[in-house]
């Protein structure tokens, strides 16, 4: 099943595509479906804490990016 995902916001009106372009991006920013973001990569089940701080580290920089 896809995920639901924000449509292209060049069909809406300026005034709310104005608003709605940012949140998308920041989502797509956060999910990595952005077009050249990198997808991060399910961590296997024997995991050790070094790769499970790696991999928070990179989504919490993804939610915190600025600019």
Known sequence: ???PSIP???SLP???GRI???LKANIEMIT???PGSVALSPLPAAATLPQVVTQLNLILSRIQQSG
């Open 14 to 16: 300026p005034e709310l």
């Open 8 to 10: 292209a916001t060049s």
């Open 1 to 3: 099943m896809k995920k």
């Open 20 to 22: 709605i372009e940012p």
């Open 32 to 34: 990595g479906s952005r």
